[in-house]
């Protein structure tokens, strides 16, 4: 019985210095970066503005990290579906953190049916610093999803450099 009690002892010693280790590894708060609504308008008048200069009309969304909209434009005559669709690609990048286009595969798999989700390009994740996601854009009215997804890259480029300089 005495020994058992000095390995509880011994293991409740290892534990308790073990802890501080622990908690400095894994912190109660984690600090989160957003794009601000002026970033997001930004982002969605570039894009809209990147279509134009092709002749196409177009919808932008840009959703938060947690795909929650932030801003959507429809140009003039953009059908209104695409207010929508620009919608579900931008949640589908932010939810995957990976453009849309990369996505296409699993387009006709179970997650792929998922309701609210589009993985047809035109969908791109906002990065700071190449990998930290503060957001998601969207784009839908071109004749095809690449030229959406060239437009949502216009809108994100607009302001990548402010992003990756943390202003």
Same mark, same amino acid.
């Given at each position: 019985?005495? /020994?058992? &009690? $000095?390995?509880?002892?011994? =293991?409740? *010693?290892?534990?308790?210095?073990?802890?501080?280790?622990? @908690?400095?590894?894994?912190?109660?708060?984690?600090?989160?970066?957003?794009?601000?609504?002026? /970033?997001? &308008? $930004?982002?969605?008048?570039? =894009?809209? *503005?990147?279509?134009?200069?092709?002749?196409?009309?177009? @919808?932008?969304?840009?959703?938060?990290?947690e795909g929650q909209v932030q801003v959507t434009l429809r140009d003039t005559i953009a059908a209104p579906i695409t207010a929508r669709?620009?919608?579900?690609?931008?949640?589908?990048?932010?939810?995957?953190?990976?453009?849309?286009?990369?996505?296409?595969?699993?387009?006709?798999?179970?997650?792929?049916?998922?309701?609210?989700?589009?993985?047809?390009?035109?969908?791109?994740?906002?990065?700071?610093?190449?990998?930290?996601?503060v957001a998601g854009v969207g784009v839908s009215g071109a004749p095809d999803g690449e030229t959406?997804?060239?437009?949502?890259?216009?809108?994100?480029?607009?302001?990548?450099?402010?992003?990756?300089?943390?202003?």
């Open positions: 019985m005495m /020994a058992m &009690v $000095k390995r509880l002892t011994t =293991a409740l *010693a290892l534990l308790c210095l073990a802890a501080p280790a622990m @908690a400095e590894e894994s912190p109660m708060v984690v600090q989160l970066q957003r794009l601000s609504l002026e /970033a997001a &308008v $930004k982002i969605a008048e570039g =894009a809209v *503005a990147a279509c134009r200069e092709k002749g196409i009309q177009i @919808a932008v969304t840009v959703v938060d990290r669709i620009s919608e579900m690609k931008a949640y589908t990048a932010v939810n995957f953190n990976a453009a849309t286009s990369a996505m296409s595969a699993r387009a006709d798999t179970p997650v792929g049916r998922v309701p609210g989700l589009v993985m047809s390009p035109g969908g791109l994740p906002v990065l700071v610093g190449g990998s930290s996601l959406d997804e060239a437009c949502a890259q216009a809108g994100v480029s607009r302001i990548q450099d402010e992003l990756d300089m943390g202003t």
